[in-house]
């Protein structure tokens, strides 16, 4: 019952699903993680509000690039037979998993506006605080959210 009212089952409710999680994600991700690199500060905020649609159209251009490694991953993971909430913590763990090593690099890039060698170089300091907030506000904010939104328009319909 949960994977027919919670998730999408078509193409309109699939973009519909990827708008809210990577609009939440981006505006929610992107301040924290930059904030933690560079200081709490409104000068900070403001600097990544000017990136944030460049960040949203990386985060979903990698969404549907990691979208089937992700399911396959999933699929290694749990049993057809496991819970719904199971299925979806592994699958939010995976999906956070991949995209999170890319955005690591990519991300900062972005911020920086430039191309370095610095992401990488520090890539294992900066991704494991990186992947736990994206974790984070992936399984306890926008997936929810988003699966609200779907839940109630399934009933609606």
């Known amino acids: 019952m949960d994977f027919h009212m919670k998730l999408p089952r078509n193409k309109k409710e699939f973009a519909l699903f990827i708008a809210i999680i990577s609009i939440l994600s981006v505006n929610i991700i992107a301040p924290l993680i930059t904030a933690f690199e560079m200081g709490f500060s409104l000068t900070v905020w403001a600097d990544v509000i000017k990136v944030i649609p460049f960040i949203w159209l990386c985060v979903v251009a990698l969404a549907l690039l990691t979208l089937k490694p992700a399911d396959w991953l999933t699929r290694k993971i749990v049993h057809k037979d496991d819970s719904f909430n199971a299925h979806i913590t592994i699958n939010i763990l995976c999906t956070v998993l991949l995209m999170s090593i890319f955005l690591t ?10 191309v370095s060698m610095e992401p990488i170089v520090f890539f294992f300091y900066k991704w494991p605080r990186n992947f736990a907030i994206s974790f984070a506000v992936e399984a306890l904010f ?6 609200a939104v779907l839940y109630k328009l399934h009933k609606v319909s």
Do not use: E, Y
Request: net charge positive; aromatic share 6%; hydrophobic share 45%.
């Open 105 to 114: 690099v990519i991300g900062t890039w972005i911020g920086s506006r430039r």
């Open 142 to 147: 926008a997936q929810p959210i988003a699966r």
